[in-house]
């Protein structure tokens, strides 16, 4: 029985934890592919209008991709 357990906390960690590091690893990436230059340095630059704007893209494409696939699988997972 604790072998089940380990596997669904690590689908847990897998599913809602992973997509976090993805979305912030990739949306800088895409947002130097479309112009917007050391967009990926900027996070780990000092606070500025730029660097508010890359994590406000973060959120915002976690928000847009990932949140209904969180949501449609907490619906399913109530029943």
């Known amino acids: ?3 089940r357990k380990d596997l669904i906390f690590l689908l847990g960690v897998l ?3 992973l ?5 912030a690893a990739g949306t800088p990436i895409f947002l130097e592919k479309v112009g917007f230059k050391d ?6 630059s000092a606070l500025s209008w730029k660097k508010v704007l890359v994590s406000f893209s973060i959120s915002t494409a976690l928000n847009l991709f990932y949140a209904p ?5 907490h619906k399913i997972t109530d029943i």
């Open 19 to 23: 997509p976090f590091f993805v979305f």
């Open 1 to 3: 029985m604790s072998v």
């Open 15 to 17: 599913v809602f934890f």
């Open 39 to 44: 967009a990926g340095q900027l996070l780990h």
């Open 69 to 73: 696939v969180m949501m449609t699988f």
